[in-house]
């Protein structure tokens, strides 16, 4: 589909495929307006909480953010990890693209099995605090570890996608927790494109595939900073 | 209701916090929210429009600046608006 110029906006909304796209009775515009306000409520009481103490990420407050920004609007799906449809597991698939720009194409990965998932995520957020202890305990610590502890919380959790829908929603819950959590601001990826690679590229690269896309986040921390 | 929520203006900075400073309110779609949350919710646009993907994305991006919404200033989007 191309876009037809001079057509009045009709609004934002999710991807029509997604199974979050439209809540009952609200238009997808409204959806996608009452997630974000949700989410935003989020991200607002990231500094109060870590002003009281440290965020320790867990499957269980995944889960509670998720079910935050979504629960009204599909309360089934909202909050809980994925499990089973019927009897069959409730497997989840995303595209992520790979290449350069000259060989540029999607690859399509499935998110961790649903047996597996919760023991995983346990996993994930536990190696998030015991690096987060550990850069609050350092004299020596860098900047940079912690924002590379954040950047690796949220690509793994992503990698993982917990839920049927909404997981980068999730995750970005999670990207500002652990870098809040670690002293730093919150981040906004300005350029889209750019996320989407060095996320890719943290997906399948080998050597700390994580490091790209955690110096993209430096270098946005850092512009903010002097602006 | 309108989209994607303009900041139209700023209110008379009147509330406090518990702590003592004060809170600057803006007005968004004809209501009243704290700055906080104006900054807060450009992060969540922001993850919205990254959840979409492309090429739906780039796509609604430039229907909005089109029609004459401002994107960097409500989703801190720089490179939006390549299809137009």
Sequence with gaps: MSPTHGAPFRGFRDHEESPFFCAAGLTPEETWDI????????????????????????????????????????????????????RDPEHVYFDAIIGTHQTRR??????????????RLEKICKEFNATAAQIRASDTAERYDAIHAATRLYVKVLRAHPFVDGNLRAGIAALSAGLVTLGLDIVTFKDLERHDELLSIAFVGKHDPYRPLAEHIAEILGASETA | MSYPGTV????????????????????????????????????ALNAHLLA?????????????????????????????????
């Excluded at chain 1, 867990?58 to 009204?72: D, K």
């Excluded at chain 2, 400073?21 to 807060?40: F, M, P």
Aim: aromatic share 4%.
């Design chain 1, 35 to 86: 997630s974000i306000n949700r989410l935003a409520d989020i991200l607002e009481t990231l500094g109060p909480l870590a002003d009281a103490g440290p965020i320790e990420p867990s499957p269980a407050l995944l889960c509670a953010w998720h079910r935050e920004i979504f629960g009204n609007l599909f309360p089934s799906d909202a909050g809980r990890l994925r499990w089973r449809r019927g």
């Design chain 2, 8 to 43: 139209s203006k700023l209110a008379n900075s009147n509330g406090s916090t518990s702590n003592g400073s004060r809170t600057i309110y803006v007005v968004i779609d004809g209501k009243r929210v704290s700055l906080n949350h104006a900054s807060a919710r450009v992060v």
């Design chain 1, 106 to 119: 999607l690859r399509r990965y499935r998110g961790t099995s649903p047996r597996k998932l919760h023991r």
């Design chain 2, 52 to 84: 979409v993907g492309e090429p739906q994305r780039t796509e609604m991006i430039a229907e909005a600046q089109r029609a004459g919404i401002n994107v960097s200033s409500i989703a801190g989007v720089s490179n939006a608006g390549t299809v137009a």
